[in-house]
């Protein structure tokens, strides 16, 4: 269970920016929305009521970790302070809690809903919300608004409405998405274009927003897992995983030694399965080809492996509360063992096909970079961070699994573009076959499933759990309050970082560019709307 | 007047597909008034060449469309049946894969890509999303099944399902062309429901 310190929303802001100069808080890993209902006679004192947001905080100096949470009780009008300004990254996450609570977010330069459309009616999150039945289906286009709204606070301590414009008349804007086959996805840029320049560009997400988070508050937590799932369809098994382990450690569930060695190896099979068609998909967009057959051949290898074992290809089902769905098939061993060869024999076909092409070259070196400041303040871990130089990988920050039994290399290049982000996924296949290859040998006997009550109760608290994804950190948040349904499951998204960092990475690149950087950022749609 | 047509796949028995009698159905109503001798094998050249060219739209919105990915990729090749030529246009585009859940905020937008595709077009609705909201049923942002806002050719159902599945539903499309008529009397499709 987590220590969450409370602060008043009126000090928030001061004392946000005291912990980001002084204990030097630069990483704003999570912000969660919440609703804690309205006040009740059976309330202690203690008892936090309202609307409200959770802050989870982290040091990438000292590597100290903060969880605040503020809350307000005005449901009419919700108003708490922004910390935009402290971190960037704050943009996005308080655009969400402004979608799904109402709380608005005073010194927010861009108050517009994410998620659903301008036209939304209600907040779909809070408790006394009935989404459906305020928003039938409507099949009237959308209007898209050049203007957005800001909520400044003057200096006497009002507060007044300021309009400000996104896109100006004589912009010339290009509307790309969400039907397009490089926004992997169904993502809509606006692009502002100077020439061939990118002068700015407004991402529009939610288009596959599937209300997974408030569907979470109805389902019991077996149930909540086979989403995790479908959010990342790349890193199915990471995600279970990260919910799994998060049950269990606020349960005090302990699963066997042969669960944590089943687990880490499906996770790494799964990111070597991701950066497969990271390489298959980047290589697409760019017009190569015949990269794309290397890179699904291979990855068929690990689908079958998968298949054998869980019986689906995309998505397993794996993990559950306690252990996993099944042992492990007879063959696995021997197929993997088959594989981590194959895979360091075959590798240099596609370094020699695609990386040491001059087109690709051209296309990747020194374009869209993303300094290390810029990376922590937006939250891009993974691939990108590491890219950046930033030590952001959760299997050596927070090892879970047996990651701190087995020897690895953390991949780390500095240049922060988009070729070093491509290599980073290239060298980390490899450096996943060398944890596999540790552990395949070894793996021990014992139960595979932990004995489980078919319904859960989890004990009151705030629990957070976060596993390296395919494409970085894929955190949960759960808040219990003793039922069988968690009250609040909160997904810290790998991909909503990602998103949120492309108007400053590919402002004064060229349009083009937008592709082969949307490639190597290797965001995953589903993911980052829920 | 007995119609002699089938809905057949070269090298694949007929009784291996399962959905004959609808099909076969459709083949009557469709020659009611009888088949021109001459226009009918001139239907019969065109539907041969329309059903092993059918371009797909590239479209999806989550995880179906990565199986609909490794369809494209060498291990199952949908070149063999002639739907390797995805576009990225609607407007080049034969018939829409709905490859993943439909949203709230996404269905306006499939209804334009839909309405700029040129006719004759097709819908296969693939995954349980698409065809009736799947595991996310009970959301507030989903549309529970595509058929609520286009009319559906071929389900084929899923989380997601397996290529052979895609398979299977896209022959039965082709067993669907092939028998449909365009020259001689009218064309008796169902008529468009009023909201589509």
């Not at chain 2, 246009?89 to 993943?100: E, K, L, N, W, Y």
């Amino acid at each position: 269970m987590e220590n969450i310190l409370f602060i008043d929303p009126t000090t928030l802001h001061d004392e946000m920016l005291r912990l980001r100069n002084e204990k030097q808080m630069d990483f704003l890993e999570s912000l969660t929305g919440m609703d804690w209902g309205v006040a009740d006679e059976k309330d202690t004192p203690e008892t936090l009521r309202g609307l409200g947001v959770v802050y989870h905080l982290e040091s990438t100096v000292t590597g100290e970790r903060f969880t605040l949470r503020t809350a307000t009780t005005n449901r009419e009008k919700p108003e708490i302070p922004s910390v935009s300004d402290i971190w960037k990254i704050a943009d996005f996450y308080e655009r969400e809690v402004y979608d799904y609570y109402g709380i608005v977010f005073v010194g927010h330069p861009d108050m517009r809903r994410l998620f659903l459309r301008n036209d939304w009616s209600g907040y779909p999150m809070r408790k006394d919300n009935d989404p459906e039945k305020e928003n039938p289906l409507r099949m009237d286009n959308e209007e898209t608004f050049d203007t957005t709204k800001e909520i400044k606070l003057n200096p006497d301590g009002s507060i007044k409405n300021k309009e400000t414009l996104l896109f100006g008349d004589e912009e010339y804007v290009v509307n790309i998405g969400p039907q397009h086959p490089a926004t992997h996805g169904v993502m809509r840029f606006r692009v502002s274009l100077e020439g061939e320049m990118i002068r700015k560009i407004d991402a529009n997400c939610g288009y596959i927003h599937r209300g997974i988070e408030k569907m979470n508050e109805s389902l019991t937590y077996p149930q909540t897992l086979a989403l995790t799932d479908r959010l990342d369809y790349l890193g199915a098994h990471q995600n279970r995983h990260a919910l799994c382990m998060c049950i269990e450690k606020a349960m005090g569930v302990e699963v066997s030694e042969r669960v944590q060695y089943i687990r880490t190896i499906m996770d790494e099979l799964q990111r070597i399965d991701s950066h497969l068609l990271f390489y298959a998909c980047l290589a697409m967009d760019l017009g190569a080809l015949t990269a794309f057959f290397y890179g699904f051949r291979e990855r068929e290898m690990l689908l079958d492996i998968f298949e054998e074992t869980c019986g689906g290809r995309l998505i397993m089902n794996y993990n559950t509360i306690g252990g996993v769905q099944s042992d492990l098939h007879p063959n696995f061993v021997k197929r993997v063992k088959e594989f981590i060869p194959y895979m360091r024999n075959i590798i240099h076909e596609y370094h020699d096909i695609f990386t040491g092409n001059i087109i690709a070259q051209e296309r990747l070196k020194g374009v869209g970079v993303i300094s290390k400041e810029e990376a922590i303040s937006f939250g891009c871990t993974g691939g990108t961070g590491r890219a950046s130089g930033w030590a952001c990988d959760v299997r050596k920050r927070m090892p879970y699994g047996v990651y701190n039994k087995v020897d690895f290399k953390e991949i780390l290049y500095t240049e922060g573009d988009s070729f070093a982000r491509y290599m980073v996924r290239m060298d980390e296949i490899m450096e996943s076959l060398k944890i596999i290859e540790q552990l395949i040998d070894n793996i021990p006997e014992g139960s595979y499933q932990e004995k489980m009550k078919p319904i859960i109760r989890v004990p009151e608290g705030s629990y957070y759990a976060a596993v390296e994804g395919s494409r970085g950190e894929f955190g949960v948040f759960l808040e219990s309050h003793g039922d069988k349904t968690p009250y609040r499951l909160h997904y810290r998204s790998t991909g909503l970082p990602l998103v949120a960092a492309i108007d400053t990475v590919c402002r004064g690149t060229k349009i083009a560019d937008l592709i082969a950087i949307g490639g190597t950022l290797d965001y995953v749609v589903p993911d980052i709307d829920r | 007047m007995e119609v002699t047509k089938k809905p057949k796949i070269k090298s694949i028995p007929y009784e291996e597909f399962i959905d004959n009698e609808s099909l076969e159905k459709l083949v009557e109503e469709l020659n009611a008034g009888g088949a021109n001798v001459m226009v009918g094998v001139l239907d019969d050249l065109v539907n041969w060449g329309r059903s092993n060219s059918l371009w797909p739209l590239t479209f999806a919105t989550s995880c179906c469309g990565i199986e609909f990915m490794a369809l494209g990729a060498a291990r199952y090749d949908m070149a063999r049946f002639g739907f390797e030529v995805a576009r990225a246009s609607p407007r080049q585009a034969d018939m829409i894969m709905v490859c993943g859940t439909i949203t709230n905020k996404m269905a306006p937008v499939l209804k334009r890509l839909y309405d700029q595709m040129p006719d004759p077009k097709y819908v296969i609705a693939v995954g349980g999303c698409a065809v009736s909201g799947g595991p996310f049923k009970k959301s507030y942002h989903v549309v529970n099944g595509v058929d609520k806002i286009l009319p559906v050719d071929v389900y084929i159902p899923g989380c997601p399902p397996r290529p052979e599945a895609f398979y299977y539903g896209m022959m039965q499309l082709q067993r669907k062309v092939k028998i449909e008529k365009f020259f001689g009397g009218t064309n008796r499709k169902e008529k468009k429901p009023e909201n589509f």
